[in-house]
């Protein structure tokens, strides 16, 4: 279950805006068509953001990877850093939007791991999350000073989870309104 205080020091690494719901499903009229009458493909309206889990356990890789999947997202995990890394350097690899992180993963310590993805031009910008079993302050600044924007302390609640990635990968729907009157 995530616990508020995961998030802490006081909303610092919290995503702004509110949460959005957990299915990214385009809006459609009961005809199926888009309501400004645009045709468009169902798949083009959903934005697929990538999101790389790099977490020690199977079970918890295995959760993460089925609830994001279901929001929309595509996932990739791994159990190493090793195993991330060279995925990232192969042709099929996608840059991800957001990287989700186990402080316990084995072969690289994180902390290391994090400096090396950093230095990768595909991950640059990408959003880091912090996963740990650990809820000390010191390892919540430690999160901080590598560059991470949430911590989230184990067990959490997947609903959350999925909740946090999206506040982070999506616009809200004020920002898409604004950008759709504006290209008019």
Not at 25 to 47: F, H, N, V
Not at 80 to 103: C, F, H, K, M, Y
Not at 112 to 128: D, E, G, Y
């Amino acid at each position: 279950m995530l616990d508020k205080r995961a998030l802490a020091p006081a909303g610092s690494m919290e995503p702004p805006g509110e949460c959005q719901p957990v299915r990214n499903a385009p809006l459609l009229t009961a005809s199926g068509k888009p309501p400004d009458g645009e045709e468009r493909d169902i798949q083009e309206t959903l934005p697929r953001y990538c999101v790389l889990v790099i977490d020690h356990s199977l079970t918890m890789r295995t959760i993460i990877k089925t609830c994001l999947a279901r929001a929309g997202f595509r996932v990739f995990a791994f159990p190493n850093g090793v195993e991330a890394l060279r995925w990232l350097d192969s042709p099929q690899a996608s840059a991800p939007g957001l990287i989700l992180l186990d402080t316990d993963v084995p072969r690289i310590e994180w902390y290391t791991l994090v400096q090396i993805l950093r230095k990768r031009p595909a991950c640059i910008h990408a959003v880091l999350v912090i996963l740990s079993r650990r809820d000390g302050l010191v390892d919540r600044i430690k999160a901080r000073l590598a560059g991470a924007q949430s911590y989230i302390v184990k067990p959490f609640r997947t609903q959350e989870l999925v909740c946090i990635v999206q506040r982070y990968l999506q616009l809200p729907a004020s920002a898409v309104a604004g950008q759709k009157s504006e290209g008019r």
